[in-house]
């Protein structure tokens, strides 16, 4: 089965598509003629995923997957959530974000997070959500050189390195797009 994932990332596209294994051919949205933006106007994390899906789905009538992924701060009210990318404004810039998110909580004792992502999977018209979510501490100081986003300020619980200084092995054995793209690979094995 041809399945798009609403994305043009092709190392993305390597990872699931090894999860995948045969069964499932993946396309991306420039495979499919898909060269627009496509909107992330919700103002949830499961609203923009199931937003690109739909567009997708609405747009090319093909079998498809969108994600969408955001960092929560309980003492900020789940602050910035669905605004994470560009969350110190338009920009989206990563160390601008970490910024932000240092100076906000600096009047905080809570620092706890959660990085989350939310799948939307649209198989002929029926749309499944797959979340993951992981948690943690937010940290003062920008640790790590690897990962991207607000990895070098997000601690595990449980562990001792930020997801910046952990391998990328490391941190898909726990993140949460690991979490949620593994119930979509149990899903998609099952159908």
């Not at 747009?59 to 994600?67: L, S, V, W």
């Not at 989206?92 to 998110?101: V, W």
């Not at 930020?162 to 149990?186: D, P, Q, Y």
Request: proline share 3%.
């Amino acid at each position: 089965m041809k399945l798009c994932f609403a994305t043009n990332n092709t190392h993305k596209l390597q990872e699931i598509q090894a999860l995948l294994g045969d069964h499932f051919s993946l396309v991306t949205l420039n495979e499919i003629g898909c060269s627009e933006e496509i909107p992330e106007t919700r103002d949830t994390i499961e609203g923009n995923s199931m937003q690109k899906a739909e567009y997708v789905w609405n747009n090319f009538k093909i079998n498809c997957f969108a994600d969408d992924t955001g960092l929560e701060a309980e003492a900020l009210n789940g602050e910035p959530g669905v605004l994470s990318a560009r969350y110190a404004g338009p920009q989206r810039n990563s160390d601008d974000n970490m910024n932000l998110l240092i100076e906000k909580l600096s009047s905080h004792v809570n620092h706890k997070a959660r990085f989350k992502t939310v799948i939307t999977l649209v198989i002929h018209g029926i749309y499944n959500q797959f979340e993951g979510a992981v948690e943690g501490q937010i940290i003062n100081e920008k640790r790590g050189l690897q990962g991207f986003g607000y990895d070098p300020i997000f601690l595990p619980d449980g562990h001792d390195h930020t997801f910046a200084e952990m391998t990328m092995l490391e941190k898909s054995k726990l993140s949460h797009r690991a979490i949620a793209f593994a119930k979509l690979v149990n899903f998609l094995n099952q159908i």
